[in-house]
């Protein structure tokens, strides 16, 4: 369990959280919405998407519970998710999320080193970012051919 020393520090770390778990159901839900759309056009990218989005939901968990575990309430902002149907623009958008996801846990890494259990979910989580955005642009290599 997370000891603050005052109530700032606890509303910076519940800020991260809580933008952490909306971020990660709006990811959740875009990729599902990717899934069923790229379903039939390219087989492997829809299941790219389905187990990316399932890595995602399972974040969405790690965040919201230690909101609750630090005695808060986790609050649901709306979510805006990409609902292209074009192969192509579906992943540049989801590479574009990931570039944010990377960037936002990227920043919070340095800014929340002293709190070492947090520190080392993010990291795990920051790992599997890392991973969905490496698939999505070796995808977008496939189906763009250089030259
Ligand atoms: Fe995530
Ligand atoms: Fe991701």
Redesign the pocket.
């Known amino acids: 369990m997370i000891k603050f020393k005052t109530e700032e520090e606890k509303q910076v770390v519940m800020d991260c959280l809580e933008e952490?778990m909306n971020?990660?159901y709006r990811?959740?839900l875009q990729y599902i919405c990717h899934r069923i759309s790229a379903l039939g056009k390219n087989n492997m990218i829809a299941e790219a998407f389905k187990s990316?989005a399932l890595?995602?939901m399972?974040?969405?968990l790690y965040f919201s519970d230690m909101i609750t575990k630090l005695g808060g309430d986790p609050n649901f902002t709306d979510w805006e998710v990409d609902k292209s149907t074009d192969l192509k623009i579906m992943l540049q958008k989801d590479i574009q999320l990931?570039e944010e996801?990377i960037k936002r846990y990227s920043e919070q890494l340095s800014k929340l080193k002293q709190y070492p259990g947090l520190h080392s979910i993010i990291e795990g989580?920051l790992d599997?970012?890392e991973n969905?955005q490496e698939t999505f642009t070796d995808f977008m290599k496939q189906i763009i051919p250089e030259g």
Do not use: G, Q, S
Request: net charge negative; proline share 0%.
């Open positions: 952490n971020e990660e990811a959740t990316a890595d995602e399972a974040h969405i990931e996801a989580v599997d970012e969905h």
